[in-house]
């Protein structure tokens, strides 16, 4: 069964904290996303990898970055939140191809910037 | 740039059908897909179009017309496990990435 985790469920931060969030996923898949997910708008794409170490801007980069050290496991980083960063954030991973792969979601992390 | 439009809400009566449709404006076409998400859970694939017709997958169904710029989401014989919002997304033409509609919330009443 595939599998895509994230390190929290709901998360209460400060303005102004470093905050990470973690996605791992067991499928092998090269294709690793993080959006984030607000009412009326829909899922908008942070950052996205395509391999290990490789990372490319989405429709809303400022004010994250990424991390992907390995395969599985890909971190979206909150320099310093803000309140404008409350939201649900979901991570996503697909395998690499041009065909009908479908993008397979994580739980999500309703993170609140107090 | 994308532009992906979705009704934002139908309400829809159980054992009925119900048809979401989604226009699409993009630079670069690689596939459609939906996505169908209950409240406080992920996405989770219903369907994917990338040539013009109609995909039926069983009280589901997705068509798509590329010169048109438009797909919907068919869904019959409702049930009130359908209640649900359901997510358009398109796939340009290079790499995986998907830009999404904002979601139509469905709700099936009794």
């Known amino acids: 069964d595939v599998k895509v985790t994230q390190s929290s469920r709901y998360l209460v931060k400060r303005t102004g904290e470093k905050v990470f969030l973690e996605c791992v996923q067991d499928?092998?898949?090269?294709?690793m996303f993080w959006y984030r997910q607000d009412p009326g708008l829909g899922l908008r794409l942070i950052y996205f990898s395509y391999d290990v170490k490789m990372k490319e801007k989405g429709d809303i980069p400022e004010g994250y970055s990424v991390s992907r050290e390995k395969k599985e496991r890909f971190s979206l980083i909150l320099e310093s939140a803000s309140t404008n960063q409350t939201s649900m954030y979901l991570c996503a991973s697909t395998p690499w191809g041009e065909t009908g792969n479908e993008q397979f979601f994580g739980p999500g992390t309703r993170l609140t910037v107090l | 740039g994308q532009n992906i439009d979705q009704p934002t809400e139908m309400t829809a009566t159980e054992g009925a059908i119900v048809q979401i449709n989604c226009t699409y404006q993009t630079s670069g076409f690689n596939g459609l897909f939906w996505y169908q998400q209950h409240a406080g859970e992920a996405p989770t694939f219903l369907s994917y179009?990338?040539?013009?017709g109609l995909e039926e997958k069983g009280r589901f169904s997705s068509f798509l017309s590329r010169s048109k710029g438009y797909s919907y989401l068919l869904l019959k014989e409702l049930q009130m496990k359908d209640s649900a919002s359901y997510l358009c997304a398109v796939r340009k033409a290079a790499g995986n990435k998907l830009t999404f509609g904002g979601g139509t919330r469905v709700l099936v009443k009794p």
């Open positions: 499928m092998d898949h090269e294709n």
């Open positions: 179009n990338v040539l013009d």
